[in-house]
């Protein structure tokens, strides 16, 4: 069930409770097993990020040992060439791994957020509970439940949404890729400018070599 028909659910329980004067205690313990069952949605959501996050550093790894044997080919080569090839896939491989890392930390960020809203749940729903037994033995239950648990459940819900929200604004953002077209000559300053980019790793990582 989403947010939004959560919220909805809650309200027109609520105000079943008022019209239909029903049992209130069993609608209240229904109120808290939705409430109960999204948390527990969201739980899981943090479970499967933390084996996201845990696959992409295992990449992460990998990729930083690729940067080495590339960084290692480079240095022992006798053919410029090969030395040149070898420094170009040393350069697209920690590109490779700087995006890693950059969606590593957007993860982790968001299972920060998605951690904390769990902790506040778990808060509230013990509030609720306590709420309900205490609400159970008073006669004035009818108005005090519909008060009470509509702006537990407005709190409740009101720094899930705006995680979520968040989420979905960023996810939106990162597909955009704004590509231009270059002319030729710029094309062919690109291309001097990326070769004399790999040749000044080569003689770095070869000054390298000389100075151990």
């Known amino acids: 069930m989403g947010l939004r028909n959560l919220?909805?659910?809650?309200?027109?329980?609520?105000?079943?409770?008022?019209?239909?004067?029903?049992?209130?205690?069993?609608?209240?313990?229904?109120?808290?097993?939705?409430?109960?069952?999204?948390?527990?949605?969201?739980?899981?959501?943090?479970?499967?990020?933390?084996?996201?996050?845990?696959?992409l550093n295992l990449k992460k790894d990998e990729l930083s040992k690729k940067c080495e044997t590339w960084t290692q080919r480079a240095r022992e080569s006798s053919e410029k060439s090969v030395a040149l090839e070898c420094v170009a896939l040393l350069k697209q491989t920690q590109e490779q791994r700087e995006q890693l890392r950059d969606r590593i930390a957007q993860k982790e960020r968001l299972l920060t957020e998605l951690k904390s809203e769990i902790t506040k749940i778990d808060a509230k729903l013990n509030d609720l509970k306590h709420k309900k037994l205490m609400l159970a033995s008073r006669e004035s239950f009818t108005k005090d439940i519909s008060s009470n648990l509509e702006a537990t459940a407005?709190?409740?819900?009101?720094?899930?949404?705006?995680?979520?929200?968040?989420?979905e604004r960023h996810q939106g953002a990162s597909y955009i890729n704004d590509k231009t077209k270059t002319s030729d000559l710029e094309q062919k300053f690109d291309k001097q400018e990326a070769q004399k980019e790999l040749e000044d790793m080569l003689k770095q990582i070869q000054e390298d070599k000389t100075g151990s």
């Open 7 to 55: 919220c909805i659910s809650l309200n027109a329980s609520i105000d079943g409770l008022i019209t239909k004067m029903v049992n209130h205690e069993a609608i209240a313990d229904q109120i808290i097993i939705e409430v109960s069952e999204s948390a527990a949605k969201l739980t899981q959501e943090s479970y499967l990020l933390e084996k996201q996050i845990d696959t």
């Open 154 to 167: 407005d709190d409740l819900f009101s720094h899930w949404e705006t995680s979520v929200l968040k989420k």
